[in-house]
């Protein structure tokens, strides 16, 4: 069994219309949760729009296989966009991933399977003879944005209190030098 991934990339965003031209990719079939949108988003983010339409004109046809059960969720984030969509694919099982590439007429050297997963994505991709291609986990790439903004808030939280603590400092200085003036005034 093969868990290894033909390509990486870090989010399905780098999949441009060059890399598909390049790769002579006719079909992707597209892992949902995770690869396009955090398992728990309904709403389809307009990046997925944009892209599918990039895929589009690079003549990639998207086609979503996802492994979730729920048929409303997979088919209410795909339909915006006009994109067919598997639900319950039971990836690792490459069973759909053929059905659809047959379907569309699409040869195994022109049809690709990107997803996050080796033990779903991968392994489907590799049981149907077509690429796998792997992205980062979107959950963790969304982690690592919150970190960093968490990061960021700290820094801009530490300059104000510094920049706070000088200004009290040139006050208290101000008053000081006022307070003195006024004694040297009162005493003449
Ligand atoms: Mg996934």
């Not at 892992?31 to 990039?54: C, H, I, M, Y």
């Not at 379907?103 to 997803?115: F, K």
């Not at 986990?137 to 801009?156: C, G, H």
């Amino acid at each position: 069994m093969r868990f290894k991934a033909d390509r990486k990339f870090e989010r399905f965003e780098d999949v441009t219309p060059e890399v598909l031209k390049e790769e002579k990719v006719e079909l992707l079939l597209c892992d949902l949760d995770n690869t396009l949108t955090l398992r728990l988003s309904k709403l389809p983010a307009e990046t997925v729009e944009g892209w599918v339409e990039a895929c589009r004109s690079a003549g990639t046809e998207v086609v979503v296989i996802s492994n979730n059960i729920s048929k409303k969720r997979v088919q209410s984030f795909c339909e915006p966009f006009g994109v067919r969509c598997i639900w319950s694919a039971k990836k690792p099982m490459s069973t759909y991933l053929t059905h659809v590439r047959e379907l569309l007429g699409c040869e195994p050297e022109h049809t690709v399977m990107l997803g996050d997963k080796y033990s779903t994505d991968m392994l489907a991709a590799h049981f149907a003879g077509i690429r796998g291609w792997k992205v980062q986990p979107r959950k963790k790439l969304m982690k690592d944005i919150e970190d960093q903004a968490e990061d960021e808030l700290r820094d801009q939280v530490k300059a104000i209190k510094k920049a706070d603590k000088a200004e009290i400092k040139t006050i208290k200085k101000a008053n000081k030098a006022a307070a003195k003036a006024s004694k040297k005034a009162t005493k003449k």
